[in-house]
């Protein structure tokens, strides 16, 4: 059975930054594809940046040159570094993986249990 853990939510001011982290675990032999997702209150999930296990990487419009993915596809993690932080980045995060190879045979679409991050004006 595959797990998503998530850290890093919290409270920041406008300007600060969070870094937020994601490990999978499991009997895990690779993941293709890791990243994160956010939903802001009424509002649908939207792609924040995923990075598949070669280094390829996207991002929304609206984080680029601000939010930083990275992986260590070793330890499978994943982690969001999050500069410049506006008002409107408040929502809560989730980690996701696709993907995985397990002992068990392939398996996808896992999430992590979400973390909030909240940025005050």
């Known amino acids: 059975q595959v797990q998503l853990v998530e850290s890093g939510g919290g409270l920041v001011q406008a300007g600060g930054s969070l870094r937020l982290s994601c490990v999978a675990s499991g009997s895990i032999f690779s993941i293709e594809i890791m990243g994160w997702y956010r939903q802001a209150p009424g509002k649908q999930r939207e792609l924040v940046a995923v990075m598949a296990s070669s280094g390829r990487t996207n991002y929304a419009d609206s984080v680029k040159g601000r939010f930083t993915i990275s992986r260590d596809n070793d330890k499978n993690t994943v982690a969001l570094q999050m500069n410049s932080l506006k008002p409107e980045d408040t929502a809560v995060y989730y980690c996701?993986?696709?993907?995985?190879?397990?002992?068990?045979?392939?398996?996808?679409?896992?999430w992590g249990q979400g973390t909030q991050v909240t940025v005050s004006s």
């Open positions: 996701n993986a696709d993907t995985i190879r397990t002992m068990r045979g392939a398996e996808y679409d896992y």
